[in-house]
C-alpha cells in the first residue's frame, strides 16, 4: 500500500533536480528526468501512499568528511546539503513517509534533525499525514522516532510496544542492483511471504527491496517475485491490511501458524501444508458458534473440539486456483476467543 522511493543514497547523488546538488543530479547527468516526481506522480494516479528514502550522510562530499573531521562541532555540510534537501523535496513533493538514514555518524545536534521534524510535525505542508522512521541520530534507532526500523532485517522475538516496519530486500546479498547476482542469493516466493505473515503478526509493516537496473529496469525475476505477492495477498489480503496483533503471535514450531486479528475475527496463516490434512490450532478457544472458512474457499470447513484445548480442523482438497503460491494459507475464524 506504499512504496520509498532512495531519492538520494549515501554517494549523494539525488533522482531529482537538486539546486544544492550541481552536476550530480538527476536533471543534469543520467535520465534528465525528475524521477522522484514522475514515480510519485504515477503512484497517486493509483492511490498508493508515496515515501522518500533520504540519506543524512554521503559518503564522498568534501563538506561533510571536513565536518567529521571536526568531530561534527562544524555543520557546514549539513547547512547547505542535506537540510536544504530536506526541506525542498518536502515542499515539492509532499510526501507521505520520510525514510531517513545514513545517521549513525553523528549525534541530532549535529543532523538538526529536531528542529526539522518540528517543522515536519508543526508547520510542514505534510504535518496532518506525514509519517518518518527512526535513524535521524547516531543513537536514535529503536528508541526514537514515528516508527521503528531498528536494524536493517530486524525480526522481534515478542510483540514490540511500538510501530515498527521490516525492511528486508529480495536479493539478501545486496540493497543495489547486481549484475551478477545468482538465483541461489535471492529469496523465493514462499521466505517472501512468510516473512510478511510472520512481521504483521508482530504489528510490523513489510517494506520489500529491489534494486533497478542503471536504465531504471525492474529485472523480471523481481517482478515474477512481486507478483507471486501481489497474487498471495489478492487472496489473502483480508488477513493482512488493517488487522491488528492477536492475543496469540504464534504457536506449532513444527507447522508454525502465525495469528493476525480484526475486530473479534481471528486468522491463523500456516506456513505448511500438513502431512496428516489436519491442521490443529491450540490457542483459539471455540465456542457453539464458532466457523471457519479458508480465504479464497467458498465453502465452510468443519472443524472439532481438540481433545486437550483448541480445534482440529479436516482441511479441504484445493483446486489448483485457491493455490496462488505454495506457501500460507488463512483460517478465518469467527466466533473464538
Ligand atoms: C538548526 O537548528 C536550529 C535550532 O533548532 C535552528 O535555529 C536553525 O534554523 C536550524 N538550521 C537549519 C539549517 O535547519
Ligand atoms: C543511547 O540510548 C540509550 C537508551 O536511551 C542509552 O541508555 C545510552 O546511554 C545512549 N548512548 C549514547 C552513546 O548516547
Ligand atoms: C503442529 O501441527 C501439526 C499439524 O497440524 C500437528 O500434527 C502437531 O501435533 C502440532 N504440534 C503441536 C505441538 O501442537
Known amino acids: ?3 520509498v522511493l532512495t531519492s538520494k543514497h549515501h554517494e549523494g547523488y539525488t533522482n531529482w533536480g ?10 543534469d547527468v543520467g535520465p534528465h528526468r525528475d524521477l522522484v516526481g514522475e514515480l510519485g506522480q504515477a503512484l497517486r494516479e493509483r492511490n498508493i501512499r508515496y515515501g522518500l528514502y533520504h540519506s543524512l550522510l554521503e559518503w564522498f562530499n568534501p563538506l561533510y568528511l571536513d565536518d567529521k573531521k571536526n568531530g561534527f562541532k562544524t555543520q557546514n555540510f549539513v547547512f547547505l546539503k542535506t537540510m536544504p534537501e530536506l526541506y525542498d523535496l518536502v515542499l515539492r513533493y509532499k510526501p507521505d513517509l520520510i525514510w531517513s538514514d ?5 549525534p541530532d545536534t549535529y543532523w538538526n534533525s529536531t528542529s526539522f521534524l518540528a517543522w515536519l510535525y508543526n ?3 505534510v504535518k496532518d499525514t506525514v509519517v518518518v522512521n527512526d535513524r535521524w541520530c547516531n543513537n536514535c534507532s529503536c ?4 516508527y521503528y526500523n531498528c536494524a536493517d532485517k530486524y525480526k522481534p522475538g515478542t510483540l514490540p510496544q511500538h510501530k515498527w516496519e521490516m525492511c528486508t530486500s529480495i536479493d539478501r546479498r545486496s540493497w543495489g542492483y547486481r549484475s551478477n547476482m545468482q538465483l541461489n542469493e535471492l529469496m523465493d516466493e514462499s521466505s517472501i511471504i512468510s516473512e510478511l505473515v510472520q512481521t504483521v503478526s508482530f504489528g510490523g509493516n ?4 529491489v534494486g533497478p537496473t542503471k536504465e531504471g529496469v525492474i529485472v523480471p525475476v523481481f517482478q515474477e517475485r512481486l507478483l507471486s505477492l501481489g497474487k498471495w495477498l489478492g487472496v489473502n489480503g483480508e488477513a493482512i491490511y488493517a488487522s491488528k496483533p492477536w492475543r496469540v503471535q504464534m504457536e506449532n514450531i513444527t507447522n508454525s501458524v502465525w495469528y493476525t486479528s480484526k475486530g473479534s475475527t481471528v486468522y491463523a496463516i500456516f506456513i505448511t501444508w500438513p502431512e496428516e490434512k489436519v491442521l490443529k490450532l491450540s490457542s483459539p478457544i471455540p465456542s457453539s458458534s464458532t466457523q471457519v472458512t479458508m480465504l ?4 465452510m470447513l468443519k472443524w472439532e473440539k481438540a ?3 483448541g480445534l482440529l480442523i479436516p482441511l479441504p482438497f484445493l483446486p489448483p486456483s485457491v493455490l496462488p503460491v505454495q506457501c500460507c494459507w488463512t483460517l478465518k475464524l469467527e466466533g473464538v476467543e
Not at 537538486?18 to 536533471?27: F, I, Q
Not at 545514513?102 to 553523528?106: I, K, Q, R, S, V
Not at 528508541?143 to 514515528?146: A, E, F, Q, V
Not at 513489510?206 to 527491496?209: A, G, M, S
Open 1 to 3: 500500500r506504499y512504496v
Open 18 to 27: 537538486s539546486p544544492v546538488s550541481w552536476n550530480w543530479n538527476s536533471m
Open 102 to 106: 545514513g545517521d549513525w555518524e553523528a
Open 123 to 125: 508547520d510542514s505542508p
Open 143 to 146: 528508541h526514537h522516532g514515528g
Open 206 to 209: 513489510y517494506l520489500l527491496n
Open 296 to 299: 479464497g474457499f467458498s465453502e
Open 307 to 309: 481433545p486437550d484445548k
